[in-house]
């Protein structure tokens, strides 16, 4: 039994353990390293749509632990409107190798716990060989691919890994109501809590369902369990969880409470019917699944035969749904005002993850019916997909724009007292963070939606103003009324990766007065804005909020390591007992 | 295998609810919509259906398409039909994309119809509505749009002298911001200031003149004072202004305060500030053939033609309408902009409207012209 990381945990065996043995995990851990370090460490993902904004978030946790309140966006927002932990832990790294690199290794060890959790989430439902071989499908997996090179959803990513390391210790609980399962599950779920809010209240029910009807379905074998009891017990534990997340997330929730997410919503490609638009179906269905598409007969079939792989197969196809997004109405009708908030590629993510004990079954399958054949076919399929996935970040017409340089633009804003008024950059995509990230100045412009107050934004559907020409007429509607009031933001300077952007300018009343790069950023000024001047907001967190934030998401990370490493897990004696028993077994386990 | 089953007509059926219920939001940043399946969202064999046909290609850009479904594809070059729709010159029409539009058939007999297009541009200065009358006519049991291309004229190859004034201005340095020299500001005043009541929106109108000798930038603020002396909101005029101004020259001017009405303000508080910059008399845009009359909707508006002067050409112009009352107070002040771009010596037609609250107080108005040149900018 593999015990590596000491994030083992005792699993049930219904199947006859195959003579053969899968990967260890071990291996499977190196494994994960070999494909997705180097693409880490290569900095693939700094190109990504969000890599940009979580480092941003980092390195105002690395420059204001315990000040939550943000000035650098938005002309001011509170962080506690996103969980802080991965941020928090990319801070205290990136004071020994930098913002980047610890984004790097945060990532990376986000996947390996990623795959450690599949592997054990996936011993739930099948044999151990199989789960093994789910570990490694899922490090192939293009959905995953997907999201840490061209989505860069740290969070999300982390988070799931997180609930999927917590799902073991829920079973277990579930079925042997032990203490220690307990708390190590509960920690860990509030770790991911802390990591990704979308996670905990999307993910996490569609993860849990699963495993709760599992152990309702196990709960005849031994030891007897009554379904009551395994209700009781999952109740119980979604209700602690509950309130370890209302405490540790407290600020989160109050900031949510106060200013309740009311502005016209914001499209997303993810939200639309996949089947009307090449682009989006290839982006957000072909890349992620991969050649998993041609296992959906497999996983369809294997699952209604076999009883204990229903609740999974329910639990996938229900995920798969919802990751369609705006191609079928059930997520509209199921999320209500939710639909608009949410993207729906984290759903398509889930399904994979969801899809791994599947995968693993069906590579064991392949391998005991045609040998080094099956081997081939599954080893070819994997790289396949994770190989889609990374050749779309080149070929994907719609990837972030990037390749110009912003530190001219950071050290204009740094220098000669240009940070004593506010700024926007207009065509800069998700440069927009990197740029906020190294200047001391404020903008009025961000990257997170949920964050913003101002009516120039909240009145409009528009993301960012950075971008404000792909909204069409709402965010150029959006960017005038900013304009505007200039004056009352104290927005002086504009700088301008587009050019489509420039005759607004010139009739507003801006002027250019230098450029960048070569002339792609051009910077634009108007001289009768004044300084910038704080901007009364009732979002600001108080102080004891932020001894909260900063306490609380990181002792949860603590406390989720301290509980798995120092409680010893519960082990199973091995061996298997023949029947008709030529000798009578006292007790199936040993401690 | 029941459950297997079960699961695929599931997901099958809430496929087809994908197009019965289809989920609305509004277009996807950077990603032009179009149809992935053959047959969905077809054309239909209507007018109607076929000018929405042709707007959707247009959306798309899929202007093989657009043209294949004109009538008059023999009469209108491939090319003229691309410009004339997605604009050339770097006129604002290049910068520009169809949003949205709507349809109407005005009138239908036998294998001919017209049908009124509604069409709603996004822009880079902002939205733009569009309405053309679009003749359709049926060809072949289908019916096919006869696109009005409007055929640019052509200016002789010629030699046009530019000797118009120009002012350039020295610089501190290279690293001072543009504006902070050590000159004095020139002189500006503001001629004429009119608070009136638009709808919910208090509107700030009126003129200012450069009254220095060299070339100013002008920028006004408005602050609004209510009965209680407090400051109630400050806006400024953003485009609805010249702000570069020669000497002597006079602009006019609009700050509008949405949400507010006249009873609650006691005075309003002007700041016009004024900066010393570059500025050159070319090109010079005139303004011919001013008449109010009446646009396809029934709506008062001010049309004429813009005349380029100059040997280059202009990619975009703002026209800034000032209307005045028998006292020859300022009364409203109303903008629009060109979307095709002003070529050299060829006249370019415009319609600015006129609110209904002005009409039959206006005695006489005036006409200004902003561009903007690509190349200088």
Redesign the interface.
């Given at each position: 039994m593999a015990t590596t990381l000491g994030l083992t945990t005792e699993a049930p065996r219904f199947y006859k353990e195959p003579q053969r043995r899968g990967a260890p995990l071990y291996a499977i851990v190196l494994l994960a390293l070999a494909i997705h370090g180097p693409l880490l460490f290569m900095q693939v993902q700094v190109n990504s749509f969000d890599t940009n904004f979580h480092i941003f978030f980092a390195s105002h946790y690395a420059q204001h632990w315990w000040n939550p309140w943000n000035l650098k966006w938005f002309a001011g927002f509170s962080q506690t409107t996103y969980p802080p932990l991965e941020h928090q832990w990319m801070a205290l790294i990136s004071h020994l190798i930098g913002l980047n690199m610890a984004y790097a290794v945060v990532q990376l060890l986000g996947v390996v716990l990623l795959v450690v959790g599949i592997y054990r989430f996936a011993r739930l439902f099948v044999d151990d060989r199989s789960a093994s071989f789910a570990a490694i499908g899922c490090i192939f997996l293009g959905a995953l691919a997907f999201l840490l090179y061209e989505a860069g959803q740290l969070s999300t990513t982390v988070s799931a890994a997180l609930m999927f390391n917590a799902l073991p210790y829920f079973y277990e609980w579930c079925r042997h109501a032990r203490g220690k399962a307990l708390f190590k599950g509960w920690m860990i779920a509030l770790a991911g809590a802390a990591v990704h809010h979308v996670t905990l209240i999307f993910g996490a029910v569609l993860f849990a369902i699963p495993v709760v009807w599992l152990a309702v379905l196990d709960r005849n074998d031994e030891p007897e369990t009554s379904l009551g009891a395994v209700i009781g017990r999952a109740l119980f534990f979604t209700g602690l969880t509950a309130a370890g997340t209302g405490v540790v997330l407290l600020p989160y929730w109050l900031a949510i409470l106060q200013h309740p997410i009311k502005q016209i919503?914001i499209?997303?490609?993810s939200?639309?019917?996949?089947?009307?638009?090449?682009?989006?179906?290839f982006n957000y269905f072909i890349v992620p699944y991969g050649t998993m598409l041609l296992a959906f007969p497999y996983i369809?079939?294997r699952?209604?035969?076999r009883r204990r792989l229903?609740p999974l197969?329910?639990g996938f196809?229900v995920t798969f749904?919802f990751g369609?997004?705006?191609?079928?109405?059930?997520p509209?009708w199921a999320l209500g005002r939710a639909?608009?908030i949410l993207t729906f590629e984290r759903f398509t993510f889930w399904a994979t993850l969801l899809a791994c004990p599947f995968l693993g079954l069906l590579a064991a399958e392949m391998i005991d019916r045609f040998r080094r054949t099956g081997a081939i076919i599954m080893g070819a399929a994997a790289v396949a997909s994770i190989g889609l996935a990374l050749g779309w970040l080149t070929a994907n017409p719609?990837k972030p724009a990037t390749g110009f340089d912003v530190n001219p633009v950071v050290e204009f804003l740094n220098r000669?007292g240009h940070f004593n008024y506010r700024y926007l950059t207009l065509g800069f995509g998700n440069e927009l963070s990197k740029v906020g990230t190294y200047t001391v100045a404020s903008s009025v412009d961000g990257e997170y939606n949920s964050a913003r107050l101002l009516p120039e934004f909240t009145h409009y559907?528009v993301?960012q103003l950075t971008?404000a020409?792909?909204?069409?007429?709402?965010?150029?509607?959006s960017l005038?009324a900013m304009?505007?009031?200039?004056?009352?933001y104290g927005l002086k300077y504009i700088f301008v990766h587009d050019?489509?952007?420039?005759?607004?300018l010139?009739?507003?009343?801006w002027?250019?007065?230098e450029t960048f790069d070569g002339g792609l950023i051009t910077a634009w000024?108007?001289?009768?804005v004044p300084p910038a001047h704080e901007i009364p907001s009732d979002a600001v967190p108080p102080p004891w909020q932020g001894l909260m934030w900063g306490t609380l998401p990181m002792a949860t990370s603590i406390l989720a390591i301290f509980f798995v490493l120092v409680l010893p897990e519960r082990r199973r004696a091995a061996g298997t007992v023949e029947f008709p028993a030529t000798v009578q077994p006292a007790y199936r386990e040993a401690k | 295998?029941?459950?297997?089953?079960l699961?695929?007509l599931a997901?099958i059926a809430?496929?087809i609810?994908?197009?019965?219920?289809?989920?609305h939001?509004?277009?996807?940043?950077?990603?032009v919509?179009?149809?992935?399946?053959p047959g969905?969202?077809g054309t239909g064999n209507t007018p109607e259906a076929a000018v929405r046909s042709l707007l959707g290609d247009v959306q798309a850009h899929d202007w093989s398409q657009a043209y294949s479904l004109l009538a008059n594809a023999n009469d209108v070059d491939k090319e003229a039909f691309i410009h004339d729709i997605n604009g050339n010159y770097g006129s604002?029409r290049t910068?520009s994309?169809l949003?949205g539009s709507g349809t109407r058939v005005l009138n239908q007999s036998g294998d001919q119809a017209l049908v009124r297009a509604d069409m709603?541009w996004?822009?880079?200065?902002?939205?733009i509505y569009e309405v053309r009358e679009l003749r359709v006519v049926q060809q072949g049991g289908n019916w096919k749009v006869v696109w009005p291309l409007e055929k640019q004229a052509t200016v002789p190859p010629q030699v046009v002298p530019v000797n118009y004034l120009r002012w350039d201005v020295i610089y501190r340095g290279a690293?001072d911001?543009?504006?902070?020299q050590n000159v004095d500001s020139p002189q500006v005043r503001i001629v004429s200031m009119n608070a009136v009541q638009h709808g919910n929106t208090l509107v700030v109108v009126g003129e200012v003149v450069n009254e220095d000798t060299v070339p100013a930038?002008v920028?006004m603020?408005a602050i609004l004072v209510g009965k209680n002396g407090q400051d109630l909101d400050?806006?400024?005029?953003?485009?609805k202004?010249q702000?570069t101004l020669l000497p002597k020259q006079v602009s006019p001017y609009r700050i509008d305060f949405p949400g507010f009405n006249l009873s609650q303000v006691k005075s309003v508080r002007m700041d016009a500030?004024a900066?010393l910059?570059p500025a050159s008399a070319d090109p010079v845009i005139a303004v011919l053939d001013q008449h109010e009359q009446e646009n396809v909707l029934g709506n008062k508006v001010l049309s004429g033609n813009l005349l380029n002067e100059s040997g280059r050409t202009v990619?975009?112009a703002?026209v800034l309408a000032t209307y005045y009352d028998s006292n020859g107070k300022v009364i409203w002040v109303s903008d629009g902009y060109v979307d095709r771009a002003l070529l050299p010596q060829t006249p370019e037609p415009f319609a600015v409207e006129m609110p209904d609250n002005t009409v039959g107080k206006v005695q006489s108005y005036r006409v200004t012209v902003?561009h903007?040149i690509?190349q200088q900018?």
């Amino acid at each position: 039994m593999a015990t590596t990381l000491g994030l083992t945990t005792e699993a049930p065996r219904f199947y006859k353990e195959p003579q053969r043995r899968g990967a260890p995990l071990y291996a499977i851990v190196l494994l994960a390293l070999a494909i997705h370090g180097p693409l880490l460490f290569m900095q693939v993902q700094v190109n990504s749509f969000d890599t940009n904004f979580h480092i941003f978030f980092a390195s105002h946790y690395a420059q204001h632990w315990w000040n939550p309140w943000n000035l650098k966006w938005f002309a001011g927002f509170s962080q506690t409107t996103y969980p802080p932990l991965e941020h928090q832990w990319m801070a205290l790294i990136s004071h020994l190798i930098g913002l980047n690199m610890a984004y790097a290794v945060v990532q990376l060890l986000g996947v390996v716990l990623l795959v450690v959790g599949i592997y054990r989430f996936a011993r739930l439902f099948v044999d151990d060989r199989s789960a093994s071989f789910a570990a490694i499908g899922c490090i192939f997996l293009g959905a995953l691919a997907f999201l840490l090179y061209e989505a860069g959803q740290l969070s999300t990513t982390v988070s799931a890994a997180l609930m999927f390391n917590a799902l073991p210790y829920f079973y277990e609980w579930c079925r042997h109501a032990r203490g220690k399962a307990l708390f190590k599950g509960w920690m860990i779920a509030l770790a991911g809590a802390a990591v990704h809010h979308v996670t905990l209240i999307f993910g996490a029910v569609l993860f849990a369902i699963p495993v709760v009807w599992l152990a309702v379905l196990d709960r005849n074998d031994e030891p007897e369990t009554s379904l009551g009891a395994v209700i009781g017990r999952a109740l119980f534990f979604t209700g602690l969880t509950a309130a370890g997340t209302g405490v540790v997330l407290l600020p989160y929730w109050l900031a949510i409470l106060q200013h309740p997410i009311k502005q016209i919503p914001i499209p997303h490609a993810s939200r639309s019917n996949l089947l009307l638009n090449g682009i989006n179906g290839f982006n957000y269905f072909i890349v992620p699944y991969g050649t998993m598409l041609l296992a959906f007969p497999y996983i369809f079939i294997r699952g209604s035969q076999r009883r204990r792989l229903r609740p999974l197969l329910v639990g996938f196809w229900v995920t798969f749904i919802f990751g369609l997004g705006g191609t079928t109405p059930i997520p509209q009708w199921a999320l209500g005002r939710a639909f608009d908030i949410l993207t729906f590629e984290r759903f398509t993510f889930w399904a994979t993850l969801l899809a791994c004990p599947f995968l693993g079954l069906l590579a064991a399958e392949m391998i005991d019916r045609f040998r080094r054949t099956g081997a081939i076919i599954m080893g070819a399929a994997a790289v396949a997909s994770i190989g889609l996935a990374l050749g779309w970040l080149t070929a994907n017409p719609y990837k972030p724009a990037t390749g110009f340089d912003v530190n001219p633009v950071v050290e204009f804003l740094n220098r000669d007292g240009h940070f004593n008024y506010r700024y926007l950059t207009l065509g800069f995509g998700n440069e927009l963070s990197k740029v906020g990230t190294y200047t001391v100045a404020s903008s009025v412009d961000g990257e997170y939606n949920s964050a913003r107050l101002l009516p120039e934004f909240t009145h409009y559907g528009v993301g960012q103003l950075t971008s404000a020409k792909y909204y069409g007429t709402a965010g150029m509607a959006s960017l005038r009324a900013m304009l505007a009031h200039a004056n009352r933001y104290g927005l002086k300077y504009i700088f301008v990766h587009d050019p489509y952007y420039d005759p607004l300018l010139e009739f507003a009343g801006w002027r250019k007065i230098e450029t960048f790069d070569g002339g792609l950023i051009t910077a634009w000024s108007k001289e009768s804005v004044p300084p910038a001047h704080e901007i009364p907001s009732d979002a600001v967190p108080p102080p004891w909020q932020g001894l909260m934030w900063g306490t609380l998401p990181m002792a949860t990370s603590i406390l989720a390591i301290f509980f798995v490493l120092v409680l010893p897990e519960r082990r199973r004696a091995a061996g298997t007992v023949e029947f008709p028993a030529t000798v009578q077994p006292a007790y199936r386990e040993a401690k | 295998m029941k459950l297997a089953v079960l699961l695929v007509l599931a997901t099958i059926a809430f496929l087809i609810l994908g197009f019965v219920f289809p989920v609305h939001q509004a277009s996807t940043p950077g990603i032009v919509s179009g149809e992935a399946l053959p047959g969905v969202g077809g054309t239909g064999n209507t007018p109607e259906a076929a000018v929405r046909s042709l707007l959707g290609d247009v959306q798309a850009h899929d202007w093989s398409q657009a043209y294949s479904l004109l009538a008059n594809a023999n009469d209108v070059d491939k090319e003229a039909f691309i410009h004339d729709i997605n604009g050339n010159y770097g006129s604002l029409r290049t910068f520009s994309s169809l949003e949205g539009s709507g349809t109407r058939v005005l009138n239908q007999s036998g294998d001919q119809a017209l049908v009124r297009a509604d069409m709603h541009w996004s822009t880079a200065v902002g939205p733009i509505y569009e309405v053309r009358e679009l003749r359709v006519v049926q060809q072949g049991g289908n019916w096919k749009v006869v696109w009005p291309l409007e055929k640019q004229a052509t200016v002789p190859p010629q030699v046009v002298p530019v000797n118009y004034l120009r002012w350039d201005v020295i610089y501190r340095g290279a690293r001072d911001d543009w504006g902070t020299q050590n000159v004095d500001s020139p002189q500006v005043r503001i001629v004429s200031m009119n608070a009136v009541q638009h709808g919910n929106t208090l509107v700030v109108v009126g003129e200012v003149v450069n009254e220095d000798t060299v070339p100013a930038f002008v920028d006004m603020n408005a602050i609004l004072v209510g009965k209680n002396g407090q400051d109630l909101d400050q806006e400024n005029s953003f485009d609805k202004i010249q702000h570069t101004l020669l000497p002597k020259q006079v602009s006019p001017y609009r700050i509008d305060f949405p949400g507010f009405n006249l009873s609650q303000v006691k005075s309003v508080r002007m700041d016009a500030k004024a900066m010393l910059v570059p500025a050159s008399a070319d090109p010079v845009i005139a303004v011919l053939d001013q008449h109010e009359q009446e646009n396809v909707l029934g709506n008062k508006v001010l049309s004429g033609n813009l005349l380029n002067e100059s040997g280059r050409t202009v990619n975009i112009a703002q026209v800034l309408a000032t209307y005045y009352d028998s006292n020859g107070k300022v009364i409203w002040v109303s903008d629009g902009y060109v979307d095709r771009a002003l070529l050299p010596q060829t006249p370019e037609p415009f319609a600015v409207e006129m609110p209904d609250n002005t009409v039959g107080k206006v005695q006489s108005y005036r006409v200004t012209v902003n561009h903007y040149i690509r190349q200088q900018s």
